[in-house]
């Protein structure tokens, strides 16, 4: 184990700006000090493995030898983080595997129609196996260069990489410009027919919930980076990321928690329950008050409480499952949710990946019973989703891991950026009301769009 202090930085994304450009590098971002919601952010950069996943084959860059793969990705990524390091450190990540297991990787895990077109030829999983990482922790002001040091070069670099991250940065932000109208992949009239066949389906009893979103885009020129610091501005979160990936960029900026293990205890944090914030505060708290005792809403949590406490338990001690927080309340920049919490003990026999692949992709972005939900999504949404509902993800060389779930995401491909957003859609939902919360989920990304800076020539 070896670990170096550095100068605090108050915010890491100057810390992360000296890598921003390099391929394979990526910010795991807590919105600190935008918010104080979370206390860590993890910098890598420079993986000694990338693995890569179209359909069926995984490219995997080991080292510079190029291999090719039909095993399965997520046994693939398990052999590659092989044994676990019991060397506790105290520190959330000193290695391992860090990047996104997008929504489409679902296929690999069942069997569902092909109809949805596939427009974002972005690797179904983008992981990168990185043998040191830079930790800011925001309660105590510190950051560390740690390294399990699996591999022989790490120490040979290791001053080169204290002094790149002791060193102010000269990098100048380059910034970007959108450059058409935003639009989405559905009109009006189209939502509202998709809703009612979702109705249709509840009402002959083939599922209690679906998830129903429509994907926007817009064409895109100028720096990922520079967007991705302006949407921190406009909606940070505590499970926010930037990746800097070769295929394309992914700017996330989610405030849901997908699964994380720390030993062998497990978290979950679903959010069901949307409602838009408002300027007044009077208003304001009058919209959370009514959020909070909404039945609707509590009816829609309840029910992806009652699916992930289904799903983790198959990784988790017998009668270890629990539910600490129901319908708690938490509020970001343009909207509140309704977000529980469910907690449970990590089997003996079961790692961190096991239990991933029990649970993906997250309840609260598919519906009730999951695969049935998932088939109509398919049938319904006109394009794949890609990374969104998706997760990225950083599982430690100790067994470690946390996730977010990819919502308030953007995905950079070619020349656009893309994002989706939607919401549960059960017995009591209005249509007018689902598509207007299908917006105000899209607000802080569509105020992105507002706020573009221009590109140097």
């Given at each position: 184990m070896k670990v170096s202090e550095l100068p605090y930085q108050r915010d890491a994304a100057e810390l992360f700006s000296?890598?921003?450009d390099e391929p394979w590098s990526m910010f795991l971002d807590s919105g600190y000090p935008k918010i104080d919601m979370g206390r860590y952010d993890i910098i890598v950069a420079r993986p000694v493995i990338t693995l890569e996943t179209y359909g069926d084959t995984t490219h995997i860059n080991d080292n510079g030898n190029k291999l090719v793969s039909t095993e399965d990705p997520l046994l693939l990524l398990k052999q590659y983080?092989?044994?676990?390091?019991?060397?506790?450190?105290?520190?959330?990540?000193?290695?391992?595997?860090?990047?996104?297991?997008?929504?489409?990787?679902?296929?690999?895990?069942?069997?569902?129609?092909?109809?949805?077109?596939?427009?974002?030829?972005?690797?179904?999983?983008?992981?990168?196996?990185?043998?040191?990482?830079?930790?800011?922790?925001?309660?105590?002001?510190?950051?560390?260069?740690?390294?399990?040091?699996?591999?022989?070069?790490?120490?040979?670099?290791?001053?080169?990489?204290?002094?790149?991250?002791?060193?102010?940065?000269?990098?100048?932000?380059?910034?970007?410009?959108?450059?058409?109208?935003?639009?989405?992949?559905?009109?009006?009239?189209?939502?509202?027919?998709?809703?009612?066949?979702?109705?249709?389906?509840i009402r002959d009893g083939d599922c209690y919930q679906v998830n129903l979103s429509q994907r926007f885009s817009a064409d895109f020129e100028g720096n990922t980076w520079s967007a991705y610091l302006q949407l921190r501005n406009v909606n940070p979160a505590p499970y926010a990321a930037y990746l800097n990936l070769p295929s394309g960029a992914v700017l996330s900026s989610s405030p849901e928690r997908f699964l994380r293990v720390s030993g062998n205890q497990v978290e979950t944090k679903p959010i069901k329950g949307t409602i838009r914030r408002s300027v007044f505060a009077y208003e304001d708290k009058e919209l959370a008050v009514c959020l909070l005792e909404s039945e609707k809403d509590r009816a829609e949590n309840l029910m992806i409480v009652d699916l992930l406490r289904n799903d983790i338990s198959?990784?988790?001690?017998?009668?270890?499952?629990?539910?600490?927080?129901?319908?708690a309340l938490e509020t970001y920049a343009t909207v509140h949710h309704l977000v529980s919490t469910i907690t449970g003990?990590?089997?003996?026999?079961?790692?961190?990946l096991d239990l991933f692949r029990g649970c993906f992709p997250g309840g609260s972005i598919t519906g009730a019973p999951k695969l049935r939900s998932m088939e109509i999504i398919e049938e319904l949404e006109p394009h794949r989703r890609s990374i969104y509902c998706g997760s990225i993800i950083h599982i430690g060389f100790d067994g470690n891991m946390d996730s977010n779930i990819c919502i308030r995401t953007l995905t950079k491909y070619k020349d656009k950026l893309y994002f989706n957003a939607g919401g549960g859609i059960v017995w009591d939902s209005r249509v007018d009301a689902e598509y207007k919360e299908c917006f105000d989920k899209a607000a802080a990304m569509l105020q992105l769009f507002k706020q573009d800076k221009p590109a140097c020539p």
């Open positions: 000296r890598v921003a983080l092989g044994d676990i390091d019991n060397n506790l450190s105290g520190l959330p990540f000193c290695g391992g595997a860090v990047g996104y297991i997008a929504y489409d990787l679902g296929r690999r895990l069942e069997t569902l129609p092909e109809t949805a077109v596939q427009d974002i030829a972005m690797p179904e999983m983008a992981v990168g196996i990185y043998d040191w990482s830079l930790i800011i922790d925001h309660h105590l002001r510190r950051v560390w260069l740690a390294s399990f040091c699996r591999f022989d070069n790490t120490s040979s670099i290791w001053q080169e990489l204290h002094d790149l991250f002791a060193t102010p940065s000269a990098t100048e932000e380059t910034g970007f410009r959108i450059t058409s109208d935003v639009k989405s992949n559905m009109t009006r009239e189209e939502y509202g027919q998709a809703f009612n066949k979702i109705k249709q389906y198959k990784s988790c001690e017998a009668g270890s499952v629990v539910v600490p927080k129901l319908f003990r990590l089997a003996k026999n079961k790692h961190a």
